[in-house]
């Protein structure tokens, strides 16, 4: 499982926001603590010296003789003074048995702990809900106290004043002062972070989206010229930054200069040639450089490949540019004002300095080694042309040629002859074979027949497609043997299995009496016509819509179907199409390769399948190569479809 990614702004926005909570948690806690602690001390003092008044009060009375009913009336004036304040005396046990007990005073020594407590000589403050001070005070008897309360000794507690009183003109103060306090804090640590969050991302966060925007843009154009350029005093970026173009540079050198040599590689050299216009090429080719290599091993030929590198830049003017290719090849492109003739006076200036080097392998050994030139010039097909040169040169054991305009027509010539050749030596080999892809049913997803595929087999498992070979073929006329071959293997697979198969046939196919004769014989001969559908090329354009009639009317008799292939590209009489009587469309592949993508696709696409709804026939897509595609295919109610994500074409079923 992929952890959920996240960038620099979100961990410090996050890193803020927890740190933020934290202070503003540890401040608002401390602040408690605060005024908590200072509300204690503060009421003890408070508290204390009012039960020190009241006891001084009530000592005072007690010398003047005053009985309990006295000291009670004082209690009750005070206890008037303030509204909000109580104060309450409670005797101790040996006051009690001289004095008398009162209820009260004996209640509370019993029940209330806080009493209890403060009997035993400790002062005792409890705050009640933050708002309520309960202060209890001890009477601690003294020397004069003995000569009225004969039976005690000094340092007993004669009894407890209790003052309760409210604390909230206190905590008003507090509260305000603590709590400006808590939003000062606040404030400064909100603003603390706002410029820690502002410099973080001036300096660190900023420079890195800019640096990763840069390299994205390298990445997605493909161009590893490009360098990132970021104005920036930070000694870290900068240090990124000239790592990552360090490493750019690394990765060009690697990419466009050629190891050995230290030279531009080809592809530099087919940038540089793309990239300008009315150029001087040539192409310098070390003769037998791969036997001297097999026979002398690699290090001799890498000595032979520098020293005839540092020749060449001897030789050649400062207006030209040295290349390295091949295993044995260096090209050369002249930037200069030089003209065409100055060009091939260069190159035989070449051939006569190097034409016959002598190379020393050993003290005893040496080699001569042979240079053979073709040269180009122009704007388009500079690398073919002189390549094409050279190959003549070598041919006609010359040492230098030009390219020119018949070398091309020769060159065509020669390749229609090698094809040709090629052709009727695979048709006597037998080498002419159907490959079978399968067309799909777009609801049941099962195989309900195979396209048959022409091939030339180079191999055990090679094949040449027609491209290379079909237009050549019509042009020597032999194509219809290689329909011939197709219609009866394909025919004889058909025999064999339980599926269906469709054929392709041309315009030239369709009329031609040897092809139409062999199908009917065929047909004729074995019950199996329904299960074969012959394929009609839209694309060649048809011209004599009788013939195709014609043919069309005699499978059709034996049960055969048609099928309209590549259809959108060719027809633009829907007259003459619908008098065809076909039974399946094939919509052609230029629509379907880009369907999940392409809204004009599907919408000609959908106009299509419209159309054969309402003419009853079936539609069948090719070039499905992606489930992505297949999806929108059934989205579109296409009936088949066929392509390499559904199936390649395989000689066997």
Same mark, same amino acid.
């Given at each position: 499982?992929?952890?959920?990614?996240?960038?620099?702004?979100?961990?410090?926005?996050?890193?803020?926001?927890?740190?933020?909570?934290?202070?503003?948690?540890?401040?608002?806690?401390?602040?408690?603590?605060?005024?908590?602690?200072?509300?204690?001390?503060?009421?003890?003092?408070?508290?204390?010296?009012?039960?020190?008044?009241?006891?001084?009060?009530?000592?005072? +009375?007690?010398?003047?003789?005053?009985?309990?009913?006295?000291?009670?009336?004082?209690?009750?004036?005070?206890?008037?003074?303030?509204?909000?304040?109580?104060?309450?005396?409670?005797?101790?046990?040996?006051?009690?048995?001289?004095?008398?007990?009162?209820?009260?005073?004996?209640?509370?020594?019993?029940?209330?702990?806080?009493?209890?407590?403060?009997?035993?000589?400790?002062?005792?403050?409890?705050?009640?809900?933050?708002?309520?001070?309960?202060?209890?005070?001890?009477?601690?008897?003294?020397?004069?106290?003995?000569?009225?309360?004969?039976?005690?000794?000094?340092?007993?507690?004669?009894?407890?004043?209790?003052?309760?009183?409210?604390?909230?003109?206190?905590?008003?103060?507090?509260?305000?002062?603590?709590?400006?306090?808590?939003?000062?804090?606040?404030?400064?640590?909100?603003?603390?972070?706002?410029?820690?969050?502002?410099?973080?991302?001036?300096?660190?966060?900023?420079?890195?989206?800019?640096?990763?925007?840069?390299?994205?843009?390298?990445?997605?154009?493909?161009?590893?010229?490009?360098?990132?350029?970021?104005?920036?005093?930070?000694?870290?970026?900068?240090?990124?930054?000239?790592?990552?173009?360090?490493?750019?540079?690394?990765?060009?050198?690697?990419?466009?200069?050629?190891?050995?040599?230290?030279?531009?590689?080809?592809?530099?050299?087919?940038?540089?040639?793309?990239?300008?216009?009315?150029?001087?090429?040539?192409?310098?080719?070390?003769?037998?450089?791969?036997?001297?290599?097999?026979?002398?091993?690699?290090?001799?030929?890498?000595?032979?490949?520098?020293?005839?590198?540092?020749?060449?830049?001897?030789?050649?003017?400062?207006?030209?540019?040295?290349?390295?290719?091949?295993?044995?090849?260096?090209?050369?492109?002249?930037?200069?004002?030089?003209?065409? $003739?100055?060009?091939?006076?260069?190159?035989?200036?070449?051939?006569?300095?190097?034409?016959?080097?002598?190379?020393?392998?050993?003290?005893?050994?040496?080699?001569?080694?042979?240079?053979?030139?073709?040269?180009?010039?122009?704007?388009?097909?500079?690398?073919?042309?002189?390549?094409?040169?050279?190959?003549?040169?070598?041919?006609?054991?010359?040492?230098?040629?030009?390219?020119?305009?018949?070398?091309?027509?020769?060159?065509?010539?020669?390749?229609?002859?090698?094809?040709?050749?090629?052709?009727?030596?695979?048709?006597?080999?037998?080498?002419?074979?159907?490959?079978?892809?399968?067309?799909?049913?777009?609801?049941?997803?099962?195989?309900?027949?195979?396209?048959?595929?022409?091939?030339?087999?180079?191999?055990?498992?090679?094949?040449?497609?027609?491209?290379?070979?079909?237009?050549?073929?019509?042009?020597?006329?032999?194509?219809?043997? $290689?329909?011939?071959?197709?219609?009866?293997?394909?025919? +004889?697979?058909?025999?064999?299995?339980?599926?269906?198969?469709?054929?392709?046939?041309?315009?030239?196919?369709?009329?031609?009496?040897?092809?139409?004769?062999?199908?009917?014989?065929?047909?004729?001969?074995?019950?199996?016509?329904?299960?074969?559908?012959?394929?009609? $090329?839209?694309?060649?354009?048809?011209?004599?819509?009788?013939?195709?009639?014609?043919?069309?009317?005699?499978?059709?008799?034996?049960?055969?179907?048609?099928?309209?292939?590549?259809?959108?590209?060719?027809?633009?009489?829907?007259?003459?199409?619908?008098? $065809?009587?076909?039974?399946?469309?094939?919509?052609?592949?230029?629509?379907?390769?880009?369907?999940?993508?392409?809204?004009?696709?599907?919408?000609?696409?959908?106009?299509?399948?419209?159309?054969?709804?309402?003419?009853?026939?079936?539609?069948? +897509?090719?070039?499905?190569?992606?489930?992505?595609?297949?999806?929108?295919?059934?989205?579109?109610?296409?009936?088949?479809?066929?392509?390499?994500?559904?199936?390649?074409?395989?000689?066997?079923?």
């Amino acid at each position: 499982m992929f952890k959920k990614s996240t960038s620099y702004n979100q961990i410090t926005a996050r890193m803020i926001v927890v740190i933020l909570l934290i202070t503003l948690a540890f401040a608002f806690a401390y602040t408690e603590y605060i005024k908590r602690d200072v509300i204690v001390n503060l009421a003890k003092v408070d508290a204390k010296k009012t039960s020190r008044l009241v006891f001084e009060s009530m000592f005072s +009375a007690m010398q003047k003789g005053w009985n309990k009913d006295d000291i009670q009336e004082i209690i009750h004036r005070l206890n008037k003074v303030e509204k909000n304040l109580e104060i309450f005396v409670y005797r101790g046990e040996k006051v009690a048995s001289i004095f008398g007990d009162i209820e009260k005073d004996r209640f509370a020594r019993t029940t209330d702990k806080s009493v209890i407590n403060t009997f035993k000589g400790e002062e005792t403050l409890d705050i009640v809900n933050s708002d309520i001070i309960k202060y209890y005070f001890p009477v601690v008897a003294n020397d004069k106290c003995k000569s009225c309360h004969t039976n005690t000794s000094t340092g007993d507690t004669l009894g407890v004043i209790n003052i309760n009183y409210p604390i909230t003109d206190l905590k008003i103060s507090l509260n305000d002062m603590i709590n400006i306090f808590l939003v000062l804090i606040v404030c400064f640590t909100i603003i603390i972070f706002i410029l820690l969050f502002l410099n973080f991302n001036r300096y660190l966060l900023a420079p890195i989206n800019n640096f990763i925007k840069t390299a994205n843009i390298i990445k997605k154009s493909s161009d590893i010229k490009q360098r990132v350029t970021i104005n920036h005093d930070i000694n870290e970026i900068k240090s990124m930054q000239v790592i990552f173009n360090e490493m750019l540079d690394s990765i060009e050198y690697q990419f466009y200069y050629d190891h050995l040599t230290k030279l531009k590689n080809r592809k530099a050299l087919l940038e540089d040639l793309d990239n300008a216009k009315d150029l001087l090429f040539m192409i310098i080719n070390i003769d037998k450089f791969q036997q001297i290599n097999n026979l002398y091993g690699d290090e001799v030929g890498d000595k032979i490949l520098v020293e005839y590198k540092n020749k060449f830049q001897e030789l050649l003017p400062p207006t030209t540019v040295l290349y390295k290719m091949h295993a044995d090849e260096f090209g050369v492109i002249s930037y200069g004002t030089i003209d065409l $003739l100055e060009f091939e006076n260069i190159a035989s200036y070449i051939i006569s300095h190097l034409g016959k080097y002598e190379f020393k392998i050993s003290e005893e050994k040496t080699i001569f080694i042979n240079l053979t030139i073709g040269i180009s010039h122009g704007s388009t097909l500079l690398l073919p042309n002189a390549d094409m040169a050279l190959k003549l040169a070598k041919k006609d054991k010359k040492h230098y040629l030009t390219y020119n305009d018949e070398m091309r027509s020769l060159k065509e010539y020669e390749n229609r002859l090698s094809w040709t050749k090629r052709l009727i030596r695979a048709i006597d080999d037998d080498k002419i074979v159907p490959l079978f892809q399968p067309i799909i049913d777009c609801n049941t997803m099962e195989i309900v027949k195979y396209e048959a595929l022409m091939r030339i087999q180079s191999g055990e498992n090679d094949y040449i497609v027609p491209i290379h070979f079909l237009n050549i073929s019509k042009e020597n006329k032999i194509y219809f043997k $290689l329909t011939l071959i197709m219609l009866q293997k394909t025919f +004889a697979m058909c025999k064999k299995t339980k599926y269906k198969f469709s054929i392709n046939l041309t315009k030239d196919d369709m009329s031609n009496k040897e092809i139409i004769n062999f199908i009917e014989e065929e047909f004729q001969k074995s019950d199996f016509a329904s299960d074969i559908t012959f394929e009609i $090329l839209e694309s060649e354009g048809i011209e004599n819509y009788n013939e195709i009639i014609n043919f069309i009317a005699i499978v059709k008799k034996y049960g055969a179907t048609i099928s309209i292939d590549d259809f959108g590209t060719g027809y633009s009489n829907f007259e003459y199409l619908m008098k $065809l009587n076909f039974d399946y469309l094939k919509i052609d592949a230029s629509m379907i390769k880009n369907i999940d993508k392409d809204e004009k696709s599907q919408l000609v696409t959908k106009t299509i399948v419209d159309f054969a709804q309402k003419i009853g026939v079936k539609t069948v +897509a090719e070039f499905v190569s992606s489930k992505n595609i297949l999806l929108k295919v059934q989205e579109l109610d296409i009936d088949y479809a066929q392509g390499y994500y559904l199936g390649e074409p395989t000689a066997v079923i």
